[in-house]
């Protein structure tokens, strides 16, 4: 019997080290596709083509968004994100688990279309420590950073709908985590119908003409 891929929806703050948990995530269990967005945000210095985002032009988002082509994009301090649909419909269908790596507005949208996905909320243990993440990350001009931090707090109202929070203190435990949580999403009643069918029809056929 085949075991069905979950749609997991990653948030949180910038700056709480999401990016790093899904990367080691991947890196240390086969059975998870990360899904790589497309985006109008300018690339980073150690940013590559198609494997941080797929970078594009406001008028070619603009497009795939006419064109169906994402299951849901958002705009997030003045640019487009959205996730490309085919990669993550075909990694489902192979049974894999896919994780989106998404702000808030767009993890809304994944529960509406997708009410059996699982939303996870990645923070820091407090708001100074994402401060100094931001900071020292270099990558940002402060300008940017307030903005960001402006952004988390809004975002802050949002956590209770997430089904779990996770706190990333230490990479390795969070890692482990993360993992476990989807574990055992994977033992849910609702996602093993077809094996407790199986097992009903089994005994029926067991006890017949008893
Ligand atoms: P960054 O610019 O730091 O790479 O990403 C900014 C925010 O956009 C992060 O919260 C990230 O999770 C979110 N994001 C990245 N890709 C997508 C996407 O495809 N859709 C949505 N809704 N948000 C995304």
Redesign the pocket.
């Known amino acids: 019997m085949n075991r069905q891929g979950i749609l997991i929806v990653?948030?949180?703050?910038?700056g709480a080290g999401?990016?790093t948990i899904m990367k080691e995530l991947t890196n240390r269990h086969a059975q998870y596709a990360l899904?790589v967005?497309?985006?109008t945000?300018q690339p980073?210095p150690e940013e590559e083509e198609g494997v941080?985002?797929f970078f594009k032009t406001v008028p070619e988002f603009e497009r795939m968004i006419e064109q169906e082509e994402?299951i849901?994009?958002?705009c997030?301090?003045s640019?487009y994100?959205?996730?490309p649909r085919r990669y993550v419909e075909e990694r489902l269908a192979e049974g894999r688990d896919v994780i989106?790596?998404?702000?808030i507005?767009?993890?809304r949208?994944i529960k509406e279309r997708f009410p059996d996905s699982v939303l996870l909320f990645v923070t820091t243990k407090d708001a100074k420590t994402l401060e100094e993440r931001l900071t020292g990350r270099g990558t940002e001009e402060p300008q940017v950073i307030r903005q960001?931090l402006a952004r988390a707090a809004q975002e802050a109202e949002g956590i209770e709908e997430y089904d779990y929070l996770v706190i990333n203190d230490d990479l390795d435990d969070c890692v482990a985590q993360v993992h476990r949580i989807i574990e055992s999403e994977h033992l849910r009643m609702s996602r093993r119908l077809e094996l407790v069918n199986h097992i009903r029809e089994d005994l029926q056929g067991l006890t017949k003409g008893e």
Do not use: C, P
């Open positions: 990653v948030s949180g703050f910038s999401k990016g899904s967005s497309a985006t945000r980073r941080a985002y994402l849901e994009y958002a997030y301090v640019n994100y959205g996730t989106l790596e998404i702000e507005q767009g993890a949208k960001r």
